[in-house]
């Protein structure tokens, strides 16, 4: 599969690009608004086509797939039109700014046949997927979550931190902990949240949230900040044990592990460092030859959204806000 890249985004730079390299595909061009800065980049990686705008990009015959890590804002028009050159597309998370448009993008993708996929890279490493085998055949009933992931923001130029183009921790690092949320308790009925703006940026560089799901009783609490040191973690508590990940989305140098006790029963166990990037190429592109729906598609994206949507609703209101289906 030929890959084409919109934008120099750091993410491509720093982990998606060298992931394509890694596995059969080819990324064969790279656009920017910038020429230079598109040529540098495709000289950096042995890329053999750079753009100076990303519509040229699309006009390119020879792609089969455009990887988008546009800013948030972007996501959903340039998906749209990578997917009227007939291109698929691994696009960033989160896909849209809410759910409607993220319901809309998903329906445009599939009218047109092409395969879209949200790239939340930590559902496909080895760990998560044994994460949710341990909590569905070992575990208990499920009683909470408790999630984070924050990091310190240095820079207040950051994109993260523009509200025109939808920035904000939750939509940049609180969406994975909505996502492990859900991952362990399904969808939930009420959220009730609180944020702060540090800068007055205009968006939220601290959120606090709690999910609530009327039927058990079932509760997910979530943090997510540029304010802080590194921190990123899920801890689920079962009736009868709980079970723990640390770097739990973004693993840093070497292994990981994943402790869990069950009645009493104490276990860690190991991974060995894998690029869960190139996993998420590798699911991507076979869920492109075979037709099927990828763990992360549209779909996914709506219900993850409907529960940010939710939340930010209710740190506006100060109320507890029903999480919509759409």
Not at 233 to 248: I, N, P, S
Request: charged share 30%.
């Amino acid at each position: 599969m030929k890959f084409g890249v919109i934008s120099t985004a750091n993410i491509g730079r720093s982990a998606v690009v060298p992931a394509i390299r890694d596995t059969d595909h080819e990324v064969l061009a790279v656009a920017s608004r910038d020429s230079e800065r598109a040529a540098a980049f495709a000289e950096e990686f042995g890329i053999a086509r750079s753009y100076d705008s990303y519509e040229g990009l699309l006009e390119d015959d020879d792609l089969d797939a455009v990887y988008n890590p546009l800013p948030n804002a972007l996501h959903a028009e340039w998906t749209k039109k990578a997917t009227d050159a007939g291109l698929h597309v691994l696009c960033e998370k989160p896909l849209a700014v809410d759910a409607p448009e993220a319901r809309a993008v998903g329906d445009y993708c599939e009218e047109r046949g092409v395969t879209l996929m949200e790239a939340f890279m930590y559902r496909y490493h080895p760990r998560t997927e044994r994460a949710v085998e341990i909590v569905r055949e070992q575990l208990g009933d499920v009683r909470s979550v408790k999630a984070t992931f924050q990091f310190p923001m240095a820079d207040s130029g950051n994109v993260r931190l523009d509200p025109d183009l939808a920035g904000g921790s939750l939509m940049d690092v609180g969406c994975y902990a909505v996502s492990a949320a859900r991952l362990f308790l399904g969808e939930p009925d009420r959220a009730y949240a609180t944020t702060y703006d540090a800068g007055g940026h205009g968006v939220d560089t601290k959120l606090a949230g709690v999910l609530e799901y009327d039927r058990d009783g079932a509760t997910a609490e979530l943090s997510c900040g540029f304010e802080t040191a590194d921190t990123q973690r899920y801890r689920v508590e079962a009736e009868d044990g709980w079970l723990e990940a640390r770097d739990a989305f973004v693993p840093r140098d070497g292994g990981v592990e994943i402790e869990y006790a069950v009645d009493g029963r104490h276990v860690v166990e190991q991974f060995d460092p894998t690029d869960q990037y190139r996993l998420e190429v590798e699911h991507f592109a076979e869920c492109v030859a075979s037709g099927d729906a990828p763990h992360t598609d549209a779909d996914e994206a709506v219900r993850n959204m409907a529960t940010i949507d939710a939340l930010y609703e209710s740190a506006q209101t100060g109320e507890a806000v029903a999480v919509s289906e759409v």
